[in-house]
């Protein structure tokens, strides 16, 4: 597609809930990344994809997150046992192979944890 | 391990002044430095980067930014501000090949009329 596409834009759900986030990156991107920016703060790095490669998960907080990447485009990320902490916009990037030459931003998901 | 440090939460200019963001950078890498905005309730857009070029770079609506590596800061300027400049601004820094990209916590730019 022309740009990251994202889904849902918005999400409210209750606490202990799970929810699957969506990523569409940008057609032939080998690189896609998961970030979650929280209310007044920059962007804290969650997980990343390239190519065939086994993800980098370091950034994932605990283990009720997961993501996965089928047939290296669309991402899922997972969020088991929802609290209220989780409470963030999620933004997903993709990159043609690396980071020198910059992102491409979704518009992310709004999460809400009530 | 690579970190960024931007000086400033908060900047407020009068339309028409200058605009100075500061950013500071640590790379164990000779780094790849970036500034995205945000424009509230919009996605994260790339401003310019700089990956080992010339260490002045011009990016989108009159931004630049210049490396210096002895003072290891990457400061955002733009000669005149615009009531449309109004937004968040991020400062980023990659290390070598795939390393994801590290985020500062951001500078909210408010530009007064």
């Known amino acids: 597609g022309a740009g990251v596409s994202q889904s849902p834009s918005n999400k409210v759900t209750e606490k202990g809930k799970d929810v699957e986030l969506r990523c569409d990156p940008i057609?032939?991107?080998?690189?896609l990344y998961w970030y979650r920016q929280s209310l007044g703060q920059g962007l804290e790095f969650l997980i990343y994809?390239?190519?065939?490669?086994?993800?980098?998960k370091s950034g994932l907080p605990s283990d009720r997150f997961s993501a996965e990447r089928t047939g290296g485009s669309v991402s899922t990320l997972t969020i088991q046992r929802t609290q209220q902490e989780d409470s963030a916009v999620y933004l997903c990037?993709?990159?043609?192979?690396?980071?020198?030459?910059?992102?491409?931003f979704g518009s992310g998901t709004r999460l809400t944890v009530v | 391990a690579q970190s960024v440090t931007q000086l400033d939460s908060h900047v407020s200019v009068s339309e028409g002044t200058p605009v100075l963001l500061r950013c500071n950078y640590s790379?164990?890498?000779?780094?790849?430095l970036f500034w995205y905005v945000q424009h509230p309730n919009k996605g994260l857009q790339l401003l310019l980067k700089?990956?080992?070029?010339?260490?002045l770079v011009k990016g989108i609506n009159g931004f630049e930014a210049e490396f210096k590596k002895s003072e290891t800061s990457f400061h955002l300027t733009k000669p005149s501000a615009h009531m449309s400049d109004a937004a968040e601004y991020f400062c980023?820094?990659?290390?070598?090949?795939?390393?994801?990209?590290?985020f500062g916590k951001g500078t909210r730019l408010s530009v007064i009329a």
């Open positions: 057609s032939g991107h080998t690189a």
């Open positions: 994809f390239q190519g065939n490669s086994a993800p980098d």
């Open positions: 980023v820094v990659s290390g070598s090949g795939n390393t994801p990209l590290v």
């Open positions: 990037a993709s990159n043609p192979t690396g980071g020198l030459s910059g992102y491409t």
């Open positions: 790379s164990s890498y000779s780094p790849s």
């Open positions: 700089y990956t080992s070029a010339a260490t």
